[in-house]
């Protein structure tokens, strides 16, 4: 049942001022006000914000406080403070990355700034670690045209005057590192990195991240500790272009129940248009290579583990990612060249055969 969101009268007299995001005009530029510190409470859409609030014409984008990649540091007092985020998909008109700092307070009060992006740019699925009265916020997604990849930038949040500072960092830093997670290490005094995603900078492609990075924070030194010891490869169609695996996915699927499926069937009359029958039983056995291996059950269908498949080969860990753009292969150890081979042959030749396309394999 839908929750009904109510707006109280001094957030309808002020909607149609605060209903958008902005940008600071200073560091920081105190935003603080009614609309916004009730948006945050009710987490409302700008959709249901606008129509209980009734506002006339709804402006595109709407602000909200229900963000996908913002950070959360909770204060020694309890208040929390959340930087930045995006809210909905980039076709969306909702669509936004914010730039700003929210603190909300546990007597229910709540603070809001706002950044020039010169100062701050947009920064989503970046990392925020609290070190004394400062939160270093570290990486980001960004939009586009603002990401440098081939630099993790560095921020520092004054907990004192909620200010942004750039820190200009130096060493080995990760390239554009983004959606990691962040450790302090108190006794070293240096936020420890790991996970998330970086820039290959051989081919320029977005990858799993797979070292771990320090920053030490008495020297604002990037070093990296240690990488692990994975083989990969991804495969694409020689085209380079989005491979056609869930709609080959839904044919199959239909294909193998005795329910009419009216999307299945479109699928599998546009492939027939273009001289291409799709084989179910290959594509179910695109994870059961010609040599000795053990599947892995997937534990989380639904969430961190959707289209990522996994087997075992001599003990070592083969997971699949599977995307629009890519398929990704990780070795997570040791395997002979001669099995390495056998994997990516494997990979390539049923790849080209579900699709009726020649794929590629790039090496990692």
Request: with cysteine; net charge negative.
């Amino acid at each position: 049942m839908k929750k009904e969101i109510n707006a109280p009268t001094e957030v309808v007299a002020n909607f149609d001022n605060w209903q958008s995001p902005r940008r600071g005009a200073a560091n920081p530029e105190n935003q603080t006000n009614v609309v916004w510190s009730w948006l945050a409470k009710t987490r409302a859409w700008p959709k249901a914000a606008q129509e209980a609030a009734g506002a006339g014409e709804k402006k595109s984008p709407g602000w909200c406080f229900d963000r996908f990649g913002q950070s959360e540091t909770e204060l020694a007092d309890g208040s929390v403070v959340y930087i930045g985020g995006e809210h909905e998909d980039h076709y969306d008109p909702d669509f936004f990355i914010y730039n700003d700092v929210v603190v909300l307070r546990p007597d229910g009060s709540s603070e809001f700034y706002g950044y020039p992006t010169e100062v701050f740019p947009p920064a989503d699925f970046h990392s925020a670690t609290l070190f004394g009265d400062e939160i270093f916020i570290v990486g980001g997604l960004r939009y586009p045209d603002e990401r440098d990849q081939s630099d993790t930038l560095v921020f520092r949040l004054q907990l004192s005057d909620f200010s942004i500072h750039l820190v200009e960092s130096c060493g080995n830093a990760p390239s554009w590192l983004y959606d990691h997670t962040a450790e302090l290490d108190n006794a070293r005094q240096t936020i420890v990195c790991s996970g998330g995603q970086v820039t290959h900078e051989p081919t320029g492609r977005t990858v799993e991240n797979l070292t771990t990075w320090e920053f030490d924070l008495s020297t604002n030194t990037w070093s990296s500790l240690e990488t692990k010891p994975f083989q990969r490869w991804i495969l694409v169609r020689e085209d380079e272009g989005y491979n056609e695996l869930w709609g080959i996915e839904q044919v199959a699927r239909a294909s193998q129940s005795t329910r009419i499926d009216d999307f299945a069937e479109k699928y599998r009359t546009d492939f027939a248009a273009r001289g291409h029958e799709v084989d179910a039983e290959l594509f179910e056995a695109r994870f059961t290579p010609p040599l000795p291996h053990t599947p892995i059950e997937a534990t989380d269908r639904y969430g961190d583990d959707y289209r990522v498949h996994r087997f075992l080969v001599e003990g070592v860990v083969v997971r699949i990612f599977e995307d629009m753009h890519e398929i990704v292969v990780n070795v997570e150890g040791e395997l002979s060249p001669d099995l390495l081979a056998s994997l990516e042959r494997f990979g390539l030749e049923t790849y080209s055969a579900i699709e009726g396309v020649p794929y590629k394999s790039i090496r990692l």
